[in-house]
């Protein structure tokens, strides 16, 4: 009989049944019975265990401890049990009788995490193994030796008062670690619902704090905020068993499928509404956890207490500064004058302290005067404005959005906070991507001494007024909480009345607006866009119109982009903002000319046969040094066939490759870098008259394959000699590639192929969205090449299982027409299904 294998009768023998209580759950919502039925059904099973094969007498008693001892067992969860013994001596004689006693309870398909303690052990600190120590806050007798587990219940509380200080910092520091491991914030779109920020690891750490400051953990009820706590508490419980009924096992991960599977139980929101809850609840649990983890460490350390006392000097006529945290001087001050808030966020940028709890719950306690006073048109941007320009911004800005603060100011900001856009791209929901944008953007102002962010942080510098730029990022993406409406337009809307409202003066209300109005422009431009194409940049020029909007909206897209995921900018995404950025800058200054490239008319003869028939655009996307060795080139092609050449690049890798043309080629060479596990960002072709094919290839290596292991740099030259020169099979190296992990339900999307002839004056561009997969670029290029169609440029992006690719193709010379297209959608389509 089995606790987790649907019994068909409890193991004590009582009526109800794994099935009857399962059933209970799904009807009800309420995991409470969940709880109790296994917790007592496991009992039975430790306690039959413990009969059959421990011996009966003193020096050993079974206890359970954590989950197990609180009585909190859900579905699937482990089983923690303390082994107790009174000395090192039982406990090697015990070795023949404990591990048919494990072996017992792992038949019966108990994940048992056991751990084997002398009393003495017990009481002692261990600064390695923090978890026993807190472990054994949760224990309750289960057989054995009555007295030995009544002398750990006497020594225990005592361990606990003399160790208070130790265990508190001990315990605070574990939190911040795991709160570290999961970027510090938690509002992920997938989380962890144990482990992550405001998870019930948390809501555990507040019953342990409570218990080790000397508080019955039973009287939270008696806080403040205990009615918030109590209803996460149920939610977090309910789901919790929803995850190990849907998956079976021990499952704490809120992934997409089985945020739409739990919606679809609990009803009647949809999946993104009812993340909503989930996050509000969290909320609470990872606000009332971080004042209670502050509060232990500031009773724990008597040299930080030296530091703040230096700092206290900062306090003012209205706010305090103790123990490193900034307190109101008078109790009723902010209900006798809210404006003094605006002043209170204002030390808090500009000396970077931390709101005490007490003046956070006084603010939350006061939303609703602070409504009233700001729900009215006030000048307010000079205030905003200096705030938003002070060193430590972020750290106000947080503090207005987790007191609720922020809403008040800005109402239209409530419309996306917890909000959840599924768009398996970004990680966070929508009010964190915009924390975070801001905090990336001013961040930079510290990154002036490295050499890839040094030129942002420069652009960050010369902006007249930041301000205006972190009040953009601020409602750039408002308008998701208006799904009706395209959301760069929504978000223009609703910043228009936000700046009304704050009388922001007009030349900051058009620079605003420009840069919402436009801040997808540039990500769009680079991901789908040839930059090397004249019209491109021209195009991009001729939307963004001034130099300093054109700073701005670079910052602007560097933090987006930044914010989406932490690997969404990667090194050659950084390098290719910066370069479209200095290609527009040159633009709109009338330079961008005096760059190209001219045929000088001391060229030798043979050079000139080299490069006749490329494209301008060969000389203008190479410099005199480039082109140089790519003739040099031309000599291995007459004595081997082909000529390649592997670069490493700043984040990326650039293959050049010079043979003569042939059926495939393009699509050949893409596919040998995908079957090694390379991701291509970018490949462009050109041919001369006689015949020869230059083909780029720019690359990332995500695993990192050819740093590590120099040698299969020379194997990646090697098999793409075979591949070109009809030696080997492209085919066969795809399929020793792994297959890609299947996009969940929620995921999958139609692809789609559309034409536009009107960006390129030579070739016609084709945009392909279809769901990403090992071979895909290969594919189709291989089907551009079955049918007739040269590919002069491609350009690739993914967006978690979305592949984006773009190519500049033209047939016999020229742009695509109509009847070519439609024959190639229907080919193309068929590759992507």
């Known amino acids: 009989m089995t606790i987790v294998a649907n019994p068909h009768s409890s193991p004590g023998g009582g009526l109800e049944t794994w099935d009857n209580v399962r059933a209970q759950f799904f009807e009800t ?48 969860s482990d089983v923690d049990l303390l082994l107790l013994f009174d000395s090192e001596k039982a406990i090697q004689q015990a070795d023949k009788v404990v591990a048919p006693f494990l072996q017992r309870l792992w038949d019966a398909r ?11 052990e017990c009481t002692e600190l261990h600064d390695g193994n923090v978890e026993l120590n807190v472990s054994l806050l949760d224990l309750r007798y289960l057989a054995g030796d009555p007295q030995l587990f009544h002398k750990l219940s006497e020594r225990l509380p005592r361990f606990v008062q003399g160790q208070r200080q130790s265990l508190m ?18 509002y992920h779109l997938e989380p962890n619902i144990k482990e992550a920020p405001g998870g019930l690891r948390d809501l555990q750490v507040l019953s342990w704090l409570h218990q080790i400051k000397g508080a019955d953990p039973k009287r939270l009820g008696s806080r403040p905020d205990s009615a918030d706590l109590d209803a996460a508490g149920r939610f977090f419980f309910a789901v919790r068993c929803y995850l190990h009924y849907h998956h079976g096992r021990d499952a704490n991960s809120l992934t997409f499928d089985a945020q739409e599977w739990i919606a679809d ?25 971080a004042r209670l983890v502050e509060e232990c460490e500031a009773q724990s350390s008597s040299l930080f207490s030296q530091f703040r006392d230096w700092r206290s000097r900062l306090s003012n006529a209205e706010l305090s500064v103790l123990r490193e945290r900034v307190h109101f001087k008078v109790p009723r001050q902010l209900e006798q004058d809210p404006a003094m808030s605006l002043r209170l966020f204002a030390f808090v940028a500009r000396h970077g302290i931390r709101l005490a709890p007490e003046a956070e719950q006084r603010i939350e306690g006061n939303l609703a005067v602070l409504r009233s006073h700001y729900s009215q048109p006030l000048p307010l941007w000079a205030a905003l404005k200096e705030i938003f320009s002070l060193p430590h911004a972020v750290l106000a800005l947080r503090a207005m959005h987790d007191t609720g603060f922020l809403r008040i100011l800005f109402p239209e900001v409530e419309e996306i906070e917890c909000l959840v856009i599924r768009d398996f791209f970004h990680r966070y929901t929508v009010d964190e991507h915009t924390l975070v944008a801001i905090q990336t953007v001013l961040g930079l102002r510290a990154e002036k001494q490295n050499p890839a962010l040094k030129p942002y942080a420069e652009l960050l510098s010369e902006l007249e007024n930041p301000a205006v730029l972190v009040f953009a990022l601020l ?44 801040h997808l422009d540039m990500s769009a431009t680079m991901g789908t ?21 054109l700073k701005g909206l670079t910052l602007l897209t560097y933090a987006d982009i930044s914010a989406v995921n932490p690997s969404a900018m990667t090194p050659w995404r950084a390098a290719q903002l910066l370069r479209l950025y200095r290609l527009t800058y040159h633009e709109l200054t009338r330079e961008l000319e005096t760059e190209r490239i001219p045929i000088l008319p001391q060229d030798s003869s043979e050079k000139a046969a080299f490069l006749e028939g490329f494209p301008t655009r060969y000389l203008r996307t190479h410099s005199g040094q480039e082109i140089e060795r790519h003739f040099e080139m031309v000599q291995q092609v007459r004595e081997s066939g082909l000529a390649i050449e592997l670069v490493k690049l700043e984040g990326a890798y650039r293959l050049t490759l010079l043979t003569t043309d042939r059926p495939f080629l393009f699509a050949s060479v893409a596919g040998t870098l995908s079957g090694f596990g390379m991701n291509i960002l970018k490949a462009e072709a050109f041919a001369n008259r006689r015949g020869e094919v230059l083909d780029t290839f720019v690359f990332a290596d995500p695993l990192r394959t050819l740093e590590l292991n120099p040698s299969e740099n020379d194997r990646l030259i090697a098999t793409l000699e075979r591949v070109v020169l009809g030696k080997a099979d492209v085919s066969q190296l795809l399929k020793k590639r792994p297959k890609a992990e299947r996009p969940s339900r929620g995921s999958q999307f139609e692809p789609s192929v559309s034409f536009d002839s009107s960006v390129s004056e030579a070739a016609t561009l084709i945009q392909i969205s279809a769901q990403d997969r090992p071979g895909l670029l290969y594919d189709l290029a291989r089907t551009m090449s079955s049918e007739g169609c040269n590919i002069e440029v491609v350009l690739i992006d993914t967006e978690a299982h979305r592949a984006i690719d773009v190519f500049y193709v033209t047939a016999h010379g020229a742009k695509l027409a109509m009847e070519d297209q439609r024959r190639l959608e229907t080919s193309l389509l068929a590759v992507c299904q």
């Open 475 to 518: 409602f750039h993406d408002t308008g998701k909480g208006s799904p009706d409406e395209g959301h760069v337009d929504a978000s223009v809307r609703v910043a228009e009345s936000a700046m009304a409202r704050i009388q922001m003066p007009e030349q900051d209300r058009q620079m605003v607006r420009r840069l919402i109005g436009r």
């Open 110 to 120: 108990l994940r048992v995490s056991q751990s084997v303690r002398t009393l003495a």
């Open 169 to 186: 910092r001990n315990l605070a520091r574990l939190t911040r670690e795991r709160h570290h491991k999961h970027g510090d914030t938690l």
């Open 29 to 76: 919502g309420d995991p409470e019975r969940v709880l109790a039925w296994r917790t007592s059904a496991v009992d039975s099973l430790v306690l039959d265990a413990c009969h059959q094969d421990l011996p009966a007498g003193p020096g050993l008693a079974v206890v359970a401890v954590g989950g197990y001892g609180r009585r909190q067992l859900f579905p699937y």
């Open 265 to 289: 139980q609990a009803g009647p929101l949809d999946a993104a509404a009812w993340m909503r809850g989930y996050f509000r609840h969290a909320r609470s649990i990872s606000l009332t956890t």
């Open 529 to 549: 866009r040839d930059l090397d194409d004249a019209a491109t940049v021209e195009a991009l020029a001729h939307l963004i119109e001034t130099v300093e909007c």
